[in-house]
T-cell receptor, first 122, second 108 residues
């Protein structure tokens, strides 16, 4: 499996522009997560989906952020309009395959991260 | 809510043993994870504990005490490539919360 795929890897844009980040989860995983990571705030969960349905979007900073998952193999995170404070690395992660048998080395909650998108808003 | 505490930075010598602690307060507990993150890269899964005790996986071991809200990651025979951030993450009722990570520097 190729793992979680994200695009683009780097994005530089100007304030006010729309930004769309894309993610393809690992095949068979039924959970998909969007995170944002900065030096100041660490890794923050923005939103997560289960079977393509958004479950918890309480981490989405404001209405400028939106996320969709139209099917099991694709998700987008959109920022419109973008602001300099949105500059961060955005990670997508997926989970859902594991075992409930001891030694519990792999949980169905184990998340596998994509390489991230480094977003810079000027 | 959930709160996770871990030291910000640690330094250890190549070949030595280092223990990275994590304490947590959570409403509901369904497991604790450790992730490794090298600079400029994505976090990668290291270990998972849901029951009390020690889980060993090669040079890395992870310990959990649910009654104390405490875990540690033990790294043996440290190598230079172990220099990275180590993230403690707790699975509550419905979602995982990550700590801010411990940046480990391994020196010769």
């Amino acid at each position: 499996d190729a793992g979680v795929i994200q695009s683009p890897r780097h994005e530089v844009t100007e304030m006010g522009q729309e930004v769309t980040l894309r993610c393809k989860p690992i095949s068979g995983h039924d959970y998909l997560f969007w995170y944002r990571q900065t030096m100041m705030r660490g890794l923050e969960l923005l939103i997560y989906f289960n079977n393509n349905v958004p479950i918890d979007d309480s981490g989405m900073p404001e209405d400028r952020f939106s996320a969709k998952m139209p099917n099991a193999s694709f998700s987008t995170l959109k920022i419109q309009p973008s602001e300099p404070r949105d500059s961060a690395v955005y990670f997508c992660a997926s989970s859902g395959l594991g075992t409930s048998v001891r030694p519990y080395t792999i949980s169905t909650d184990t998340q596998y991260f994509g390489p991230g998108t480094r977003l810079t808003v000027l | 809510g959930q709160n996770i505490d871990q030291p910000t930075e640690m330094t250890a010598t190549e070949g030595a043993i280092v223990q990275i602690n994590c304490t947590y307060q959570t409403s509901g507990f369904n497991g604790l994870f450790w992730y490794q993150q090298h600079a400029g890269e994505a976090p990668t899964f290291l270990s998972y504990n849901v029951l009390d005790g020690l889980e060993e996986k090669g040079r890395f071991s992870s310990f959990l005490s649910r009654s104390k809200g405490y875990s540690y990651l033990l790294l043996k025979e440290l190598q230079m490539k172990d220099s990275a951030s180590y993230l403690c993450a707790v699975m509550g009722y419905q979602k995982v919360t990550f700590g801010t990570g411990t940046k480990l520097q391994v020196i010769p």
